[in-house]
Protein backbone atom coordinates (compact mmCIF):
# COMPACT_ATOMS: atom_id res chain seq x y z
CA UNK A 1 0.00 0.00 0.00
CA UNK A 2 1.24 3.15 -1.00
CA UNK A 3 1.37 6.37 0.72
CA UNK A 4 -0.62 9.22 -0.41
CA UNK A 5 -0.34 12.53 -1.17
CA UNK A 6 -0.35 15.20 2.14
CA UNK A 7 -2.13 18.39 1.41
CA UNK A 8 -0.63 21.60 3.19
CA UNK A 9 -1.04 22.00 7.01
CA UNK A 10 -3.15 24.94 7.75
CA UNK A 11 -1.71 28.64 8.56
CA UNK A 12 -3.49 31.46 10.49
CA UNK A 13 -6.22 32.77 8.33
CA UNK A 14 -6.65 29.98 5.87
CA UNK A 15 -10.48 29.61 5.14
CA UNK A 16 -11.73 26.25 6.26
CA UNK A 17 -15.50 25.29 4.85
CA UNK A 18 -17.94 23.40 7.51
CA UNK A 19 -20.05 20.79 5.51
CA UNK A 20 -22.68 18.21 7.00
CA UNK A 21 -22.70 15.23 4.52
CA UNK A 22 -24.45 12.34 6.77
CA UNK A 23 -26.58 13.74 10.10
CA UNK A 24 -28.85 17.17 11.05
CA UNK A 25 -26.05 19.59 13.08
CA UNK A 26 -27.93 21.40 16.07
CA UNK A 27 -27.23 25.14 15.36
CA UNK A 28 -26.36 25.78 19.07
CA UNK A 29 -23.08 23.63 18.83
CA UNK A 30 -22.39 24.59 15.30
CA UNK A 31 -21.81 28.41 16.50
CA UNK A 32 -19.63 26.90 19.56
CA UNK A 33 -17.58 24.87 17.33
CA UNK A 34 -17.06 28.28 14.55
CA UNK A 35 -16.45 30.30 17.73
CA UNK A 36 -12.88 27.25 18.56
CA UNK A 37 -12.17 27.66 14.67
CA UNK A 38 -12.17 31.64 14.69
CA UNK A 39 -10.23 31.30 18.09
CA UNK A 40 -7.51 29.90 16.06
CA UNK A 41 -7.33 32.38 13.56
CA UNK A 42 -9.37 30.31 10.86
CA UNK A 43 -12.16 31.85 8.76
CA UNK A 44 -14.66 29.46 8.83
CA UNK A 45 -17.26 29.44 5.82
CA UNK A 46 -20.78 27.26 6.37
CA UNK A 47 -22.14 25.52 3.31
CA UNK A 48 -25.32 26.68 2.49
CA UNK A 49 -27.40 23.72 3.80
CA UNK A 50 -25.32 22.44 6.78
CA UNK A 51 -28.74 23.46 8.94
CA UNK A 52 -30.73 21.59 7.22
CA UNK A 53 -32.92 18.50 7.94
CA UNK A 54 -34.25 16.17 5.64
CA UNK A 55 -38.18 16.37 5.21
CA UNK A 56 -39.12 13.00 4.94
CA UNK A 57 -36.03 11.22 6.85
CA UNK A 58 -35.11 13.79 9.38
CA UNK A 59 -31.74 11.63 10.27
CA UNK A 60 -30.21 13.15 7.14
CA UNK A 61 -29.61 16.80 6.90
CA UNK A 62 -30.95 17.64 4.06
CA UNK A 63 -31.55 16.10 0.58
CA UNK A 64 -28.40 13.73 -0.76
CA UNK A 65 -28.02 16.51 -3.49
CA UNK A 66 -27.75 19.21 -1.54
CA UNK A 67 -25.38 17.37 0.82
CA UNK A 68 -23.40 16.59 -2.27
CA UNK A 69 -23.30 19.40 -3.92
CA UNK A 70 -21.93 21.25 -0.19
CA UNK A 71 -19.19 19.10 -0.21
CA UNK A 72 -18.40 19.35 -3.92
CA UNK A 73 -18.57 23.57 -3.83
CA UNK A 74 -16.67 23.47 -1.07
CA UNK A 75 -13.96 21.30 -2.10
CA UNK A 76 -13.70 23.30 -5.66
CA UNK A 77 -13.73 26.53 -4.19
CA UNK A 78 -10.07 27.72 -4.57
CA UNK A 79 -10.31 29.99 -1.76
CA UNK A 80 -11.21 27.16 0.73
CA UNK A 81 -7.73 25.38 2.65
CA UNK A 82 -10.06 22.87 4.77
CA UNK A 83 -13.20 21.03 4.46
CA UNK A 84 -14.13 20.15 7.70
CA UNK A 85 -17.09 17.39 8.60
CA UNK A 86 -19.78 19.12 11.32
CA UNK A 87 -21.22 15.68 12.65
CA UNK A 88 -21.38 11.97 11.85
CA UNK A 89 -24.62 10.18 12.26
CA UNK A 90 -25.84 8.25 8.75
CA UNK A 91 -26.33 9.38 5.37
CA UNK A 92 -22.43 9.57 3.62
CA UNK A 93 -23.06 6.53 1.39
CA UNK A 94 -26.37 8.29 -0.34
CA UNK A 95 -24.54 11.26 -1.36
CA UNK A 96 -20.98 9.90 -2.26
CA UNK A 97 -22.05 8.48 -6.08
CA UNK A 98 -23.82 11.69 -6.51
CA UNK A 99 -19.90 13.65 -6.27
CA UNK A 100 -18.34 14.26 -9.17
CA UNK A 101 -14.76 12.47 -8.74
CA UNK A 102 -13.34 14.17 -11.77
CA UNK A 103 -13.63 17.59 -10.67
CA UNK A 104 -12.59 16.70 -6.67
CA UNK A 105 -9.58 15.56 -8.28
CA UNK A 106 -8.79 18.81 -10.40
CA UNK A 107 -9.31 21.17 -7.38
CA UNK A 108 -6.09 19.55 -6.03
CA UNK A 109 -5.18 18.33 -2.50
CA UNK A 110 -6.73 20.12 0.98
CA UNK A 111 -7.22 19.24 4.09
CA UNK A 112 -10.41 17.18 5.24
CA UNK A 113 -11.84 16.43 8.52
CA UNK A 114 -14.30 14.28 10.06
CA UNK A 115 -14.85 10.62 11.95
CA UNK A 116 -17.94 8.14 12.65
CA UNK A 117 -19.83 7.74 8.97
CA UNK A 118 -17.15 10.13 7.42
CA UNK A 119 -15.66 6.94 7.34
CA UNK A 120 -17.31 6.28 3.93
CA UNK A 121 -15.69 9.42 2.86
CA UNK A 122 -12.11 8.39 3.98
CA UNK A 123 -11.69 5.25 1.98
CA UNK A 124 -13.05 7.43 -0.90
CA UNK A 125 -11.06 9.82 -0.57
CA UNK A 126 -7.86 7.37 -0.45
CA UNK A 127 -8.90 5.52 -3.34
CA UNK A 128 -10.78 7.98 -5.48
CA UNK A 129 -8.20 11.36 -4.94
CA UNK A 130 -5.20 9.79 -3.12
CA UNK A 131 -5.56 12.00 -0.93
CA UNK A 132 -4.10 11.73 2.93
CA UNK A 133 -7.34 12.63 5.41
CA UNK A 134 -7.74 13.49 8.91
CA UNK A 135 -9.72 11.23 11.21
CA UNK A 136 -10.20 13.43 13.79
CA UNK A 137 -12.73 15.44 16.30
CA UNK A 138 -16.02 17.36 13.96
CA UNK A 139 -16.77 20.92 14.08
CA UNK A 140 -20.07 20.70 15.94
CA UNK A 141 -18.78 17.61 17.58
CA UNK A 142 -19.66 17.74 21.70
CA UNK A 143 -15.91 16.47 22.19
CA UNK A 144 -14.42 19.14 20.04
CA UNK A 145 -16.89 21.74 21.95
CA UNK A 146 -15.98 20.87 25.07
CA UNK A 147 -12.93 18.92 25.26
CA UNK A 148 -9.59 20.65 25.71
CA UNK A 149 -6.92 17.67 25.01
CA UNK A 150 -9.24 16.90 21.73
CA UNK A 151 -9.09 20.97 20.43
CA UNK A 152 -5.26 20.89 21.54
CA UNK A 153 -4.33 17.67 19.32
CA UNK A 154 -6.39 18.72 16.46
CA UNK A 155 -5.18 22.21 16.48
CA UNK A 156 -1.65 20.43 16.59
CA UNK A 157 -2.31 18.48 13.59
CA UNK A 158 -3.85 21.15 11.75
CA UNK A 159 -1.12 24.24 11.94
CA UNK A 160 2.57 22.40 13.68
CA UNK A 161 1.71 18.44 12.83
CA UNK A 162 5.63 17.49 13.52
CA UNK A 163 4.42 18.09 17.03
CA UNK A 164 2.30 15.11 17.66
CA UNK A 165 3.82 12.32 14.99
CA UNK A 166 3.53 9.87 18.30
CA UNK A 167 0.53 8.39 19.49
CA UNK A 168 0.68 6.52 23.20
CA UNK A 169 -1.99 3.36 23.84
CA UNK A 170 -3.06 4.11 27.28
CA UNK A 171 -4.40 -0.31 27.27
CA UNK A 172 -2.74 -3.50 26.68
CA UNK A 173 -1.08 -4.98 24.13
CA UNK A 174 -3.22 -8.01 22.50
CA UNK A 175 -0.53 -9.41 20.39
CA UNK A 176 2.78 -8.17 20.57
CA UNK A 177 5.39 -7.12 17.74
CA UNK A 178 6.51 -4.40 15.30
CA UNK A 179 4.70 -3.93 12.03
CA UNK A 180 4.92 -1.10 9.31
CA UNK A 181 2.52 0.34 7.32
CA UNK A 182 0.09 2.85 5.70
CA UNK A 183 -2.52 4.02 8.09
CA UNK A 184 -6.17 3.61 7.21
CA UNK A 185 -9.86 2.67 9.04
CA UNK A 186 -12.45 4.32 10.89
CA UNK A 187 -15.47 3.15 11.80
CA UNK A 188 -15.88 -0.73 11.98
CA UNK A 189 -19.38 -0.98 11.23
CA UNK A 190 -19.28 1.33 7.69
CA UNK A 191 -15.62 -0.27 6.75
CA UNK A 192 -17.68 -3.58 6.47
CA UNK A 193 -20.70 -1.74 4.97
CA UNK A 194 -18.21 -0.28 1.67
CA UNK A 195 -17.46 -4.03 1.36
CA UNK A 196 -18.64 -4.36 -2.89
CA UNK A 197 -19.15 -0.86 -3.00
CA UNK A 198 -17.68 1.18 -6.52
CA UNK A 199 -14.42 1.54 -5.99
CA UNK A 200 -14.09 0.16 -2.34
CA UNK A 201 -10.49 -0.05 -1.72
CA UNK A 202 -9.61 -4.08 -2.19
CA UNK A 203 -7.88 -4.81 0.85
CA UNK A 204 -6.34 -3.68 3.78
CA UNK A 205 -3.19 -5.12 2.80
CA UNK A 206 -0.29 -3.43 3.32
CA UNK A 207 -2.15 -1.56 6.09
CA UNK A 208 -2.01 -0.48 9.84
CA UNK A 209 -5.57 -0.68 10.54
CA UNK A 210 -7.34 1.85 13.14
CA UNK A 211 -10.73 0.43 14.24
CA UNK A 212 -13.18 1.80 16.67
CA UNK A 213 -17.26 1.63 16.61
CA UNK A 214 -20.42 3.07 18.70
CA UNK A 215 -23.19 1.88 19.99
CA UNK A 216 -23.16 -1.66 19.01
CA UNK A 217 -23.73 -4.86 21.10
CA UNK A 218 -21.14 -7.23 20.52
CA UNK A 219 -22.91 -9.98 18.08
CA UNK A 220 -22.87 -6.66 15.87
CA UNK A 221 -19.28 -6.38 15.62
CA UNK A 222 -18.63 -9.83 15.39
CA UNK A 223 -20.56 -10.02 12.23
CA UNK A 224 -18.75 -6.92 10.84
CA UNK A 225 -15.31 -8.68 11.58
CA UNK A 226 -16.06 -11.89 10.12
CA UNK A 227 -17.74 -9.98 6.90
CA UNK A 228 -14.56 -8.55 6.39
CA UNK A 229 -12.53 -11.66 6.95
CA UNK A 230 -14.73 -13.96 4.74
CA UNK A 231 -14.09 -11.06 2.04
CA UNK A 232 -10.65 -11.20 2.13
CA UNK A 233 -10.53 -7.72 2.85
CA UNK A 234 -7.96 -8.06 6.18
CA UNK A 235 -5.48 -10.39 4.38
CA UNK A 236 -2.14 -8.39 4.61
CA UNK A 237 -3.30 -6.33 6.75
CA UNK A 238 0.47 -5.42 8.60
CA UNK A 239 -1.15 -4.35 11.85
CA UNK A 240 -4.02 -3.25 14.02
CA UNK A 241 -4.81 -0.57 16.35
CA UNK A 242 -7.99 -0.14 18.09
CA UNK A 243 -9.68 2.77 19.34
CA UNK A 244 -13.10 3.06 21.90
CA UNK A 245 -15.91 1.49 22.02
CA UNK A 246 -18.04 3.88 23.60
CA UNK A 247 -21.41 2.51 24.72
CA UNK A 248 -21.07 -0.62 23.47
CA UNK A 249 -20.63 -3.87 25.79
CA UNK A 250 -18.10 -4.38 28.79
CA UNK A 251 -14.63 -3.79 27.06
CA UNK A 252 -13.60 -7.25 28.27
CA UNK A 253 -15.95 -8.44 26.17
CA UNK A 254 -14.92 -6.56 22.75
CA UNK A 255 -11.00 -7.56 23.97
CA UNK A 256 -12.13 -10.69 23.87
CA UNK A 257 -13.89 -10.42 20.38
CA UNK A 258 -10.94 -8.64 19.08
CA UNK A 259 -8.32 -11.70 19.65
CA UNK A 260 -11.15 -14.02 18.46
CA UNK A 261 -11.54 -12.96 15.57
CA UNK A 262 -8.29 -10.90 14.54
CA UNK A 263 -5.65 -12.50 16.79
CA UNK A 264 -5.59 -15.87 14.27
CA UNK A 265 -4.14 -13.02 11.40
CA UNK A 266 -0.55 -13.14 13.27
CA UNK A 267 -0.24 -9.28 13.09
CA UNK A 268 0.94 -7.25 16.10
CA UNK A 269 -2.20 -5.68 17.81
CA UNK A 270 -2.85 -2.52 20.51
CA UNK A 271 -5.85 -1.22 22.16
CA UNK A 272 -6.60 2.10 23.45
CA UNK A 273 -5.44 4.54 21.31
CA UNK A 274 -7.74 7.38 22.10
CA UNK A 275 -8.99 8.09 18.53
CA UNK A 276 -13.60 7.18 18.00
CA UNK A 277 -15.95 8.30 19.81
CA UNK A 278 -14.21 8.43 23.19
CA UNK A 279 -13.92 11.83 25.16
CA UNK A 280 -10.72 13.61 24.29
CA UNK A 281 -10.57 12.00 20.92
CA UNK A 282 -7.43 12.38 19.19
CA UNK A 283 -7.00 12.63 15.50
CA UNK A 284 -5.25 10.19 13.15
CA UNK A 285 -4.01 10.92 9.62
CA UNK A 286 -5.16 8.04 7.04
CA UNK A 287 -2.85 7.57 3.93
CA UNK A 288 0.82 8.30 6.27
CA UNK A 289 3.04 5.40 6.57
CA UNK A 290 3.93 5.09 10.37
CA UNK A 291 5.14 2.10 13.17
CA UNK A 292 3.47 0.32 15.36
CA UNK A 293 5.08 -0.93 18.59
CA UNK A 294 2.69 -3.23 20.44
CA UNK A 295 4.19 -3.74 23.23
CA UNK A 296 5.39 -0.63 24.03
CA UNK A 297 2.22 0.73 22.81
CA UNK A 298 3.58 3.41 20.45
CA UNK A 299 2.38 4.93 16.89
CA UNK A 300 4.86 6.83 15.68
CA UNK A 301 4.09 8.40 12.06
CA UNK A 302 7.03 8.38 9.23
CA UNK A 303 6.48 11.56 8.26
CA UNK A 304 4.22 14.44 9.58
CA UNK A 305 0.53 14.34 8.81
CA UNK A 306 0.24 17.44 6.70
CA UNK A 307 2.99 18.87 4.75
Not at 26 to 37: F, N, S, V, Y
Not at 74 to 85: E, G, N
Not at 110 to 138: W, Y
Request: proline fraction near 6%.
Amino acid sequence: MKALVRPRRLAPGARVAVVAPSGPVPEERLQAGLDILRGWDLEPVVAPHVLDRHGTFDYLAGTDADRAADLQSAWCDPTVDAVLCARGGYGVQRMTELLDWDALRAAGPKVFLGFSDITALHEAFATRLGLVTLHGPMAAGIDFIKNARAQEHLRATLFEPESVRTLTSSGQTLVPGRARGVLLGGCLSLLAADLGTPHARPSARGGLLCLEDVNEETYRLDRYLTQLLRAGWLDGVTGILLGSWERCDPYDRIRALVLDRLGGLGVPIAEEFGFGHCEGALTVPFGVPAELDAEAGTLTLDVPALA
